[in-house]
Structures are given as structure tokens and as C-alpha cells.
T-cell receptor, first 115, second 112 residues
Framework: DVKVTQSSRYLVKRTGEKVFLECVQDMDHENMFWYRQDPGLGLRLIYFSYDVKMKEKGDIPEGYSVSREKKERFSLILESASTNQTSMYLC??????????????FGDGTRLSIL | QKEVEQNSGPLSVPEGAIASLNCTYSDRGSQSFFWYRQYSGKSPELIMFIYSNGDKEDGRFTAQLNKASQYVSLLIRDSQPSDSATYLCAVRRDNYGQNFVFGPGTRLSVLP
């Protein structure tokens, strides 16, 4: 089974702090994704990466950055945390290519509160 | 127009009934479609995918795809209380990568 592990289940930080959310997958997947999930808005893509050192902006990248130094690890960085970044953050990974049936596999999520 | 739309619900059905969940999408070029189930406080888990027009059955679940009308649906037969969850429709955005767009989800409640 694919295992996507997020470093923290719950996290509380203060406004202005730099926040790191870590995600590790154990299935040698090329693709990794960061989403945030808010009530009524669903899952929204923040950043994704199709390879090491590579990153692409998703739909809501403002206020975030990412790092992919190793294939198995994809980090989301909140440069200066703000209260509107309080949310559930979900990491996902998938195999590459044009295969129509490749799903995304999700981690358990990090519930982040910014005070 | 949102890329992927779902009725947010809640959709309430009695135990043993058929639950019908619908999803529409705006990009006519979309090729593949996924249904995820998400229990409260948990991460989404894949139930089914479909990429050909018509029906695809897996146990009590049937996914239906109609590309001409740009909708995909999920039927759950013999609904159980354990099916109570939010169901997310996901559409693969491009044909070369794995960039998905998710709908807001439909909350299903199966009443004993």
C-alpha cells in the first residue's frame, strides 16, 4: 500500500511565523501535491511537483512556497503565517505519465491553526 | 463557472436504498474522473475511477460517465450507515500529468 506521511497531525503557530509542513511518501512516486481543504470550498491545489527540484504553482500559491530536494519528500512553507492560512493541509502523491487511471494517494492531513 | 460542481448536500437516504451522487465539469477535454470518499476528520480515499463513457461497476458502487453532457455520477446500492461520508468528485485537468481539480464534495447521510 502507498504510504503518504505528514509530519504533524495538529499544529498551532503564531501570526508572522515561518511554518514548515513536511510530507514523505514511500512508493517512489514522481508526483507530489499540496492542497488545503476548507469547508464549502473543497480541496484547492497550492503547489505541485512532477520531479525533484521541480515545482509548479497551483490555484492558490500566494503566501506559500515549496521545496522538493529529494524524490520522497515535499515540503510546504508558509513564509509568514497569517490567520487566513488556518486550514487542513493535505499532501498527495501519484505515479507519473499519461495513464488515465492513476489516482492521487493522500496523507492523513495536518490541521494548522494560526493564532 | 466552477470547474467541477457537486451538490453539497446533505443527501439523506434510508439504509438499503440507492444513493445517487452527481458531478458536472466544465472542461470538455477532460479525460478521466475519480470518486473519493472522505470520512469526517480523515483524508480522502479513492473509491473508483472512470474514463470511458458508460457505466463501471465495482461491488455496490457504479460510476457513470457521460462526456457529451459533461457529468459523472456515483451510485451506491444497498446503502449502509458506514457509507455516510463526503464524496469528492475529481477531474484530471490535463492529459500529461496528474493535476486534478476537485469538486466541493457531497455529504451523504445513510439513516438506519
Amino acid at each position: 500500500d502507498v504510504k503518504v506521511t505528514q509530519s504533524s497531525r495538529y499544529l498551532v503557530k503564531r501570526t508572522g511565523e515561518k511554518v514548515f509542513l513536511e510530507c514523505v511518501q514511500d512508493m517512489d512516486h514522481e508526483n507530489m501535491f499540496w492542497y488545503r481543504q476548507d469547508p464549502g470550498l473543497g480541496l484547492r491545489l497550492i503547489y505541485f511537483s512532477y520531479d525533484v527540484k521541480m515545482k509548479e504553482k497551483g490555484d492558490i500559491p500566494e503566501g506559500y512556497s515549496v521545496s522538493r530536494e529529494k524524490k520522497e519528500r515535499f515540503s510546504l512553507i508558509l513564509e509568514s503565517a497569517s490567520t487566513n492560512q488556518t486550514s487542513m493541509y493535505l499532501c498527495a502523491s501519484s505515479l507519473p505519465g499519461q495513464a488515465y487511471y492513476q489516482p492521487q494517494h493522500f496523507g492523513d492531513g495536518t490541521r494548522l491553526s494560526i493564532l | 463557472q466552477k470547474e467541477v460542481e457537486q451538490n453539497s448536500g446533505p443527501l439523506s437516504v434510508p439504509e438499503g436504498a440507492i444513493a445517487s451522487l452527481n458531478c458536472t465539469y466544465s472542461d470538455r477535454g477532460s479525460q478521466s474522473f475519480f470518486w473519493y470518499r472522505q470520512y469526517s476528520g480523515k483524508s480522502p480515499e479513492l473509491i473508483m475511477f472512470i474514463y470511458s463513457n458508460g457505466d463501471k461497476e465495482d461491488g455496490r458502487f457504479t460510476a457513470q460517465l457521460n462526456k457529451a453532457s459533461q457529468y459523472v455520477s456515483l451510485l451506491i446500492r444497498d446503502s449502509q450507515p458506514s457509507d455516510s461520508a463526503t464524496y469528492l468528485c475529481a477531474v484530471r485537468r490535463d492529459n500529461y500529468g496528474q493535476n486534478f481539480v476537485f469538486g466541493p464534495g457531497t455529504r451523504l447521510s445513510v439513516l438506519p
